[in-house]
């Protein structure tokens, strides 16, 4: 199964309103199982999921493809690969080999978009350099087995507060500079508005990404930041972020697969996820 | 008078080592008033302070730029100029006249650099855009007042976690090429290791700044973020960043002016000064 940008890409489809286009990221209702958010998802009339591994290792691979597949269910992407810079070599091996798992995986579930969460510094080493190296040379080992399973390696951006400790990669320039380098149809970026919208230069990249653009993901920048800086993200249109010129630009660069809703939120987790799928829909609109 | 840098240039007197380029930003002894400062700077054989407004008003200006003559002090910077983004035209006039008051005393404190913080969103829009356009605006209306002093206004780059509510300019290539829209005896850039050191095009950004550092500040990336993130910074090697190479192309750009020392720790505030002054000199050789 192809992303609806793939099919749309080769059938002239178009998809009618907003809402055809939302996808539920399960992060956003984290409590969630596979089962639960795929019903979730049916009762609310939302046509895609983005999964996360975790979730579907609880379900088990094929119960979780089962569970979408009956339910009619489009996956826009498998959350998440990457990891790459363990300070140790056999720890950088394993990760690269859970990673060649997450691509299966992303396969199993009828999804061609495995995000991938890079790493932040090599532990014990300040050398952010070294880090972008390890991460270019595991995307290289991890490119024969995409194409072999047909998914695209979604690079993804972060947050330059994540630099650290998650993800070297601050830039939707960086992510493109990189995927770059390898074949299209093996590497691709991810636009996330969250990790990415200060940036003076992003709508120039989006258009320069083009059909490097394989995922995007919207929620808001709400502030004040919370201790844990991971959950500090809003309901689109209860923060600072103006979407509608970065989705038009994404809209512009090609991209019109499914949108993403990924609210990493406390307080959203522990709303019942009626309502939560109820305010996405309501929600959702204003990021056009 | 000129920052150490000017009179580098003019007379070929090169330092000899790193601590005599150390500066003692005010805000990391945020409790003292500008005597107390300027007595610790003298106790512990720090040649340079950049100064804060608020504690210069508290002071008076007058005597505070009879205290840091009188102990021979060279004066780095005065932070800070800058929020011109306010949503009333009344209060952005006002901002102008508050950003000429600063360069006045800047000149009067016998620094020639104003770091100027420029401003977040435009409170009730979230067009960055038009954020980023008032800040250029404001700054082409105060560059005569600035030559008319010989002040250069120093743009610093923020965090991108502070775009939204501090500063739009998240990036010191974005400061640089706004900078480079006015006269380089008017306009130049800060470095700021802690807002910038995650930039995948920091070092080419610095090497292509060249004498448009006007000022570079130190001090490190810590983790966890605290709650106010604002006070999350920590002393030269306390955190995750590499601050030789970056150093090393500030100096290659041609700076070799003083390098303040500025961190916003609470804990730090709450540590006798003293102690922080040795801690200071300790610490500071690491940043080379």
Not at 228 to 236: D, I, S
């Amino acid at each position: 199964m192809h992303s609806l940008a793939s099919y749309e890409r080769t059938r002239g489809v178009a998809m009618t309103s907003a809402l055809d286009r939302l996808s539920l990221n399960q992060a956003t209702v984290n409590k969630l199982t596979v089962a639960e958010a795929v019903d979730l998802c049916v009762r609310h009339d939302i046509p895609a999921i983005g999964l996360w591994r975790e979730h579907v290792a609880d379900a088990g691979l094929e119960s979780a493809a089962a569970a979408v597949r009956a339910a009619g269910l489009h996956v826009s992407s498998l959350c998440r690969g990457g990891f790459f810079t363990p300070a140790d070599p056999a720890a950088r091996k394993a990760a690269l080999e859970d990673n060649k798992a997450a691509i299966a995986e992303a396969a199993a579930l009828g999804t061609d978009t495995l995000v991938l969460v890079s790493g932040g510094l090599v532990p014990g080493n300040r050398d952010i350099a070294l880090a972008r190296r390890l991460i270019a040379d595991a995307i290289a080992d991890l490119v024969p087995v995409a194409q072999a399973h047909g998914v695209r390696l979604a690079i993804e951006a972060l947050h330059p507060m994540f630099a650290a400790d998650r993800c070297v990669i601050t830039r939707l320039g960086e992510a493109l500079d990189l995927a770059l380098t390898f074949p299209a149809d093996a590497v691709g970026v991810v636009v996330d508005t969250y990790h990415v919208w200060w940036d003076a230069a992003l709508l120039a990249d989006i258009a320069r990404a083009g059909e490097r653009i394989v995922s995007y993901q919207v929620c808001d920048w709400i502030l004040p930041l919370p201790a844990n800086t991971l959950l500090g993200r809003g309901h689109v249109g209860d923060g600072h972020i103006d979407f509608p010129p970065i989705t038009a630009a994404v809209a512009a660069a090609g991209y019109a697969g499914y949108i993403e809703v990924e609210i990493f939120n406390e307080a959203i987790w522990n709303t019942p996820a009626d309502e939560t799928a109820k305010k996405l829909r309501t929600t959702f609109p204003q990021a056009f």
